[in-house]
């Protein structure tokens, strides 16, 4: 079924176009992404779509009953409520008819309804009316629904007051609530944000299995290769779509262009072939015709223009002005944290020269002090960093807490390198994207993305021999991304780098670190080869326990056979006697039901009413059934 439809949509900011010509379409439990540069009107068509802007040509085509659900970047759930409560206003139409339903259930035992069997139909229709559709809405399973929500994004304490929670807690918690209301178009910005790894797993396998249809932007190749089966590139106000994931995105789109740019310069070898032999022979009497024949067909050709290749990108490498010593970093059960107050400790391990290692584990246990401390922001709390000779640290803050200057652009980079020229400088800018007049913006007016390529052109312009990175690749589009792991892959220096990004840390790490309440765990290789492993201890430790148990349970079966026979002997017979005691006293219920139902037969204001006859009859013949199955039964258990 056909969801939403964007047909020929466009958008202008004042005088600058947008977007133009767009076209889009979503079906059932389609998983769509949506791709492009920084800037190039993703959100932009998200708003447009989710109805939260307007647009200036085109139609949005959608049935009345489809209902949308649109989370934008960084939106904070605001309450005052508690997280519990909050999520439960989702379903205050349930709530309502539960309320109806115990109603319904209170006029059931009311004496007066009883006695009228009129009045006493009527309720238990409406009842079970309200009972089924209660059911086919989810009013069963709806506190179940917001636990395994809550469960998966991290939220264990659901009492917690809304306003006390973190503006990154706030963006999790405003996406678990629109997971509950479960819209037929789910359209989310960015929803990997202030997700760790665990937590994005989990919405990776949610979404997978969501029964509506998905449109997502994200800046996480991971995720988009794991939830979406196509992509629509937005790239110069146009939109282009391809089947399949990101990764087959980049093929399919690679492949497209190298097939472009074939019939593209084929064409152009055979207009050139053309254009020569007119010029050659359209003079000539013996072969002017062949000319004009050839010019005619040149004028009715219809010219390919040459394919666009990429968007200009970012240009940089990370170099080294010395090399550091074989040893780099050794930390010993190290305990980091904040004003004494320890947030992860029994950390300890080796960093060589050359090596990078990713820094994994929940939010909160301390990944990012753990950098602090080893560049020497944050004391240690304990334990020991012994370093290396000859080093010189770079450190890449997530935040770019040190980019809130009034200063240009330009000043930025140049008031820490003087001696170089203006000339250079804006080379080093113009690499990073910065060009023209971009060079005269005030640092503090930037964007999360230009702050963080400006935050990367200064550490590249530091040289240093080892590279301490938080979360390097928060706010950079997907070429970005890419240009700087190619960066790092061939920087001749060691790093330690801390960062969500799964899809990242496959290409960078030698070296995975994990961090978790028990201290720090090593393994050499990527971030595959890390959830590998994981799994196999996993399984490694249920079959050790498996096998633990099975033992155990055998030796305690030889000590405690004769006595297990011996107790279950005796629980069989409570429960024969204890069975046998219900039945004689269903037996007596029904005897007795019975007698009432025939003296209600002999009853003249009775037996003269058919349909109360029948009734009574009707109900008599059950009883005198179950009475005589349960006779048997009686009889079975007393032998």
């Given at each position: 079924m056909?969801l939403l439809?964007?047909n020929q949509?466009?958008?202008?900011y004042?005088?600058?176009l947008?977007l133009?010509n767009?076209?889009?379409?979503?079906q059932?439990?389609?998983r769509?992404?949506l791709v492009g540069?920084?800037?190039?009107g993703?959100?932009?068509?998200?708003?447009?779509?989710a109805?939260?802007?307007?647009?200036?040509g085109?139609?949005?085509i959608?049935?009345?009953?489809?209902?949308i659900?649109y989370?934008?970047?960084?939106?904070?759930?605001e309450s005052?409520l508690?997280?519990?409560?909050?999520?439960?206003?989702v379903f205050?139409p349930?709530q309502i008819m539960?309320?109806s339903?115990r109603k319904?259930e209170?006029?059931?035992?009311?004496p007066?309804?009883?006695a009228?069997e009129?009045?006493?139909?009527?309720v238990?229709k409406?009842?079970?009316q309200l009972?089924?559709?209660?059911k086919?809405?989810?009013?069963y399973q709806?506190?179940?629904?917001?636990r395994?929500?809550l469960h998966?994004?991290?939220?264990?304490?659901?009492?917690?007051?809304?306003?006390?929670?973190?503006?990154?807690?706030k963006?999790?918690?405003?996406?678990g609530?629109l997971?509950?209301?479960k819209?037929d178009?789910?359209i989310?910005?960015?929803p990997?944000?202030?997700?760790?790894?665990?937590?994005?797993t989990?919405?990776?396998?949610y979404?997978?299995?969501?029964a509506g249809a998905?449109?997502?932007?994200?800046?996480d190749r991971?995720?988009?290769?794991k939830v979406v089966?196509q992509v629509?590139?937005?790239?110069?106000?146009?939109?282009?779509?391809y089947q399949?994931?990101?990764?087959?995105?980049?093929e399919?789109?690679?492949a497209n262009?190298?097939?472009?740019?074939?019939?593209?310069?084929k064409q152009q070898q055979?207009?050139?072939?053309l254009q020569?032999?007119?010029?050659?022979?359209l003079?000539?009497?013996?072969?002017?015709k062949?000319?004009?024949s050839?010019r005619?067909?040149?004028?009715?050709m219809?010219?390919i223009d040459?394919?666009?290749?990429?968007?200009?990108?970012?240009t940089?490498s990370?170099e080294?002005?010395k090399?550091?010593?074989n040893?780099?970093?050794?930390i010993?059960?190290l305990?980091?944290?904040?004003d004494q107050?320890?947030v992860s400790g029994?950390?300890?391990?080796r960093?060589?020269?050359?090596e990078?290692?990713a820094?994994?584990g929940?939010?909160g246990i301390?990944k990012?002090t753990?950098l602090?401390t080893i560049?020497?922001r944050?004391?240690?709390?304990?334990g020991t960093?012994q370093y290396?000779?000859n080093l010189?640290i770079?450190?890449?803050?997530q935040?770019?807490?040190?980019l809130t200057?009034?200063?240009r652009?330009?000043n930025e980079?140049w008031?820490e390198?003087p001696?170089?020229?203006?000339k250079?400088?804006r080379t080093?800018?113009?690499?990073?994207?910065?060009s023209?007049d971009d060079?005269l913006?005030?640092v503090?007016t930037l964007?999360?993305g230009e702050k963080?390529?400006l935050?990367?052109?200064?550490l590249?312009?530091?040289k240093?021999?080892v590279l301490?990175?938080?979360?390097?690749?928060?706010?950079?589009?997907l070429d970005?991304?890419?240009?700087?792991?190619n960066?790092?892959?061939?920087?001749?220096?060691?790093l330690?780098?801390v960062?969500h990004d799964?899809?990242?840390?496959n290409?960078?790490?030698?070296k995975v670190?994990e961090?978790s309440e028990?201290?720090?765990?090593?393994?050499?290789g990527d971030?595959d080869?890390?959830?590998?492993?994981?799994?196999?201890?996993?399984?490694?430790?249920?079959?050790?326990?498996?096998?633990?148990?099975?033992?155990q349970?055998q030796?305690e079966?030889?000590?405690k056979?004769?006595?297990q026979l011996?107790k279950?002997?005796?629980?069989l017979?409570?429960?024969?006697?204890?069975?046998?005691?219900?039945i004689?006293?269903r037996?007596?219920?029904?005897?007795?039901?019975?007698?009432?139902?025939?003296?209600?037969?002999?009853?003249?204001?009775?037996f003269q009413?058919h349909?109360k006859?029948?009734?009574?009859?009707?109900?008599?013949?059950?009883?005198k059934e179950?009475?005589?199955?349960?006779?048997?039964e009686?009889a079975?258990?007393a032998?």
């Open positions: 056909i439809q964007v949509l466009s958008k202008y004042g005088a600058d947008i133009s767009i076209k889009l379409e979503l059932t439990r389609d769509v992404a540069r920084n800037g190039a993703k959100s932009t068509l998200l708003k447009i779509i109805g939260h802007l307007s647009h200036d085109g139609e949005i959608k049935p009345k009953e489809v209902t659900g989370l934008a970047q960084n939106t904070g759930l005052s508690t997280i519990w409560d909050e999520m439960l206003t205050e349930l539960e309320k339903i319904i209170e006029q059931m035992s009311d007066s309804i009883l009228d009129g009045k006493y139909e009527r238990l409406d009842y079970d009972q089924l559709q209660f086919e809405q989810g009013g709806y506190e179940a629904d917001i395994s929500i998966g994004l991290k939220f264990h304490n659901s009492d917690i007051k809304i306003s006390s929670l973190s503006g990154g807690q963006t999790r918690l405003a996406l609530k997971l509950l209301t819209p178009v789910l989310l910005d960015e990997t944000n202030h997700l760790d790894i665990d937590t994005l989990w919405l990776e396998q979404l997978q299995g969501y998905i449109l997502i932007v994200s800046h991971y995720f988009l290769d089966t629509y590139e937005v790239s110069r106000h146009q939109i282009q779509k399949g994931n990101y990764s087959s995105y980049l399919l789109k690679a262009y190298e097939r472009d740019i074939k019939l593209f310069e055979e207009i050139s072939n020569d032999f007119i010029q050659r022979n003079a000539r009497a013996s072969t002017t062949r000319a004009q050839r005619k067909k040149l004028e009715k219809e010219v040459r394919p666009l290749g990429d968007e200009k990108s970012a940089f990370f080294i002005d090399q550091s010593g040893d780099v970093l050794k010993d059960s305990a980091v944290g904040y107050k320890i029994h950390i300890s391990f960093v060589n020269k050359g990078s290692i820094l994994v929940p939010n301390g990012s753990l602090k560049i020497k944050l004391p240690a709390l304990s960093i290396g000779t010189s770079g450190y890449y803050d935040e770019q807490a040190e200057s009034n200063k652009v330009l980079l008031d390198h001696l170089k020229n203006e250079e400088i080093v800018l113009g690499n990073f994207l910065f023209g060079v913006k005030i503090s964007s999360g963080a390529r935050a990367l052109a200064k590249m312009m530091e240093a021999n301490i990175l938080d979360e390097p690749t928060n706010h950079l589009d970005s991304k890419e240009v700087l792991e960066a790092l892959i061939d920087y001749p220096g060691t330690v780098f960062s799964r899809y990242f840390i290409r960078i790490a030698t670190l961090l028990t201290g720090s765990t090593e393994y050499l971030y080869y890390y959830v590998e492993k994981k799994n196999e201890m996993v399984e490694l430790a249920a079959l050790t326990q498996n096998a633990s148990m099975k033992r349970e030796v079966g030889l000590e056979n004769s006595f011996d279950e002997s005796k629980k017979e409570r429960q024969r006697k204890r069975k046998l005691e219900e004689e006293v037996i007596e219920d029904l005897e007795n039901q019975i007698q009432l139902n025939e003296e209600q037969l002999c009853d003249p204001g009775i009413d349909e006859v029948l009734a009574i009859t009707s109900k008599n013949e059950h009883a179950e009475l005589e199955m349960l006779m048997e009686w079975e258990l032998d």
